[in-house]
Every structure is written in C-alpha cells, then in structure tokens.
C-alpha cells in the first residue's frame, strides 16, 4: 500500500469538499439577498434567516474542511516503527490512515482515515507491527506500520 498514494488521494477529497462547500455558501448568498425595501412578505423575511443560518452552518465546515486539509498537507511520509499521526496502519481488519476522518481509495482497498481525537486513534497509538489492540470487542492484529 502506498502512503503518498493515499495522502494525495485524501488530499484531492478534501480540496473537492472545500470547493463544494464554496459553491454551496456562493448560492445561498445569491438566494439571500434581498431588497428589503421592496419586500413586504414575512415568509421573504423568514427565508432569508434560513439562509443566513444556512450560510453560517456552511462557513462553519468550510473552516473544518481547510483545517483538515492543512493537517493532511503537513503529515510526513516518512516510514515510522510505531503507529502515531500520519502512520499508515494495516490490520488483520484492514487499513488505517491516522489523518483526518475520511474514507480513501487506493488501487481497489478502502483505507479508513483516522482523526488524532478518534477512540480509535487512542487505542492503537504507539503499537508496532505484530501488537494487538481492542475497540469494543474488536480485536485489531498489527501487520504492518508505515
């Protein structure tokens, strides 16, 4: 499994969520502005709230998405002998990505990206290849760190 691979695949995701979202916050604030002056309806008035609502919501993830994106910009591929922020994981379950929480593809395998906040993240931090670690009752079997 290829580490840049996935980074640069998880990186293309988020650009893609960015870019979304911008387009999203661009049309609710061309559908929100109104003249006030000319507009005697409440229900204009009350959808204009919603939007705004809409908006702050949307600015919110924005701010998260970028976040996430400068935390995938910043991890290191360098090979690592213990799991830690930006290892690659490989499990008897599947891979992991420590990363961001998201989902990549990489040549037909998902690889599960997890946040350095996760419950997930906590267990299996600082484990090496051929240590175990649980979630819930889910055993994990270390195969392999990068």
Known sequence: MNKKKIRENAIRIQESVISHLEELITDYLSTSDIDENETKDPEDFSHQNEATEMILNLKTQLQKAK???????????????????????????????????????????????????????????????????????????IISVS
């Open 67 to 141: 976040m996430d994106l400068n935390v995938l910009e910043s991890l290191s591929e360098n090979r690592k002998n213990e799991i830690g922020v930006g290892s690659l994981v490989e499990t008897d379950k599947g891979y992991f990505y420590v990363s961001i929480p998201t989902v990549v593809d990489c040549d037909g395998e998902d690889v599960v990206g997890v946040s350095m906040e996760a419950p997930l993240y906590k267990k299996m931090r600082g484990k090496k290849k051929d240590e175990m670690f649980y979630v819930g009752e889910n055993e994990f079997q």
